[in-house]
């Protein structure tokens, strides 16, 4: 990526506050969300023994957030109603089919427990009412591996934390809905927001797929969470983007069958070096997007020979 993705973020927060530059907050909760403990789904309870509101996820989930409206709240009817998720559980329901880690820090860190499919639970003293996060396990190969190819999406990626000098293995959705808010900006119109949601997904899977990068220490990952990949914030989505990244999650762009590295910058005219036909324009896409074009129409005007299916 470039220097200017990140630039182009933080000025335009800073003009929004006359200087001063946002701080993303963590997601609101998902459309999806009604309260109910459905199968697919891992459920907080806010009392003991799965009584009180519940609380329903379809997936991982790295930080709840701490405050209304932005964080994920207890949804159904009972105790605990409306209530921030975050330090506040005593119970849990795993309809899911796979085991379910919850972590007593956020970003999945931390003390943890383990609730295996379908199985319901109290959270134990370590972790009643100081729960932080939650992860869906999968059995995606350790190492270096990936267990995506050209037509399926990589479960997890890694990301090497530059300033942590660490490497995270993060669920791949978790890392898309977070570097989308860090790439484009959030208030922009909803296909500008839906065609960075595609370029960003498509970098990270090219990457997941054909990446040979080790860290000094020798630890393998795929991309760096700066610009010299794309900028990963754990915490950073946000309503707009999630929404961006939820409507095209189906979406593949390819060429010749093949996952695009889809380069993008802020920049209107030649960016990077990079040849036309290889990248987007952010502002170009905010600027198509109010001229009423579809995202996928913004996307092959910018990425010469695409597919999207």
């Not at 983007?241 to 993008?264: E, P």
Request: glycine share 10%.
């Amino acid at each position: 990526m470039s220097t200017r993705i990140a630039r182009l973020v933080a000025a335009s927060a800073a003009l929004a506050l006359g200087g001063a530059v946002l701080v993303s907050a963590p997601a609101a909760s998902a459309a999806s969300r009604n309260g109910k403990c459905e199968s697919g789904e891992f459920c907080y309870y806010f009392n003991s023994g799965n009584k009180g509101s519940i609380s329903d996820f379809s997936g991982s989930v790295a930080d709840y957030g701490t405050a209304q409206p932005s964080c994920y709240d207890f949804k159904g009817a009972g105790n605990g109603k409306g209530k921030c998720v975050k330090n506040a559980a005593a119970s849990v329901w795993n309809r899911t089919s796979k085991t379910v880690r919850v972590y007593y820090n956020s970003n999945y860190s931390g003390k943890h427990q383990d609730f295996k499919a379908g199985t319901k639970g109290n959270l134990n003293s370590s972790l009643k009412n100081q729960n932080a996060s939650h992860q869906l396990l999968t059995s995606a190969p350790g190492g270096c591996k990936t267990d995506g190819t050209n037509s399926k999406l990589p479960t997890t990626i890694l990301v090497y934390r530059v300033s942590l000098n660490r490497v995270d293995r993060v669920t791949f959705k978790t890392y898309v809905k977070n570097v989308l808010p860090n790439e484009w900006v959030t208030s922009w119109p909803k296909e500008s927001l839906r065609a960075g949601a595609v370029a960003v997904k498509s970098y990270g899977w090219y990457w997941a797929l054909h990446s040979t990068r080790k860290t000094s220490g020798g630890q393998c990952f795929d991309v760096y969470d700066t610009t010299s990949s794309q900028v990963y914030k754990p915490g950073s989505a946000k309503a707009s983007t999630n929404a961006a990244v939820d409507a095209t999650w189906g979406t593949r762009m390819a060429r010749s069958g093949k996952i695009l590295q889809a380069h993008y910058c802020s920049t209107t005219t030649a960016c990077g070096g990079w040849v036309t036909g290889d990248w987007m324009s952010q502002y170009g896409s905010r600027d198509k997007a109010n001229a009423g074009w579809s995202y996928s129409k913004i996307l092959k005007a910018y990425y010469n020979g695409i597919v999207l299916d």
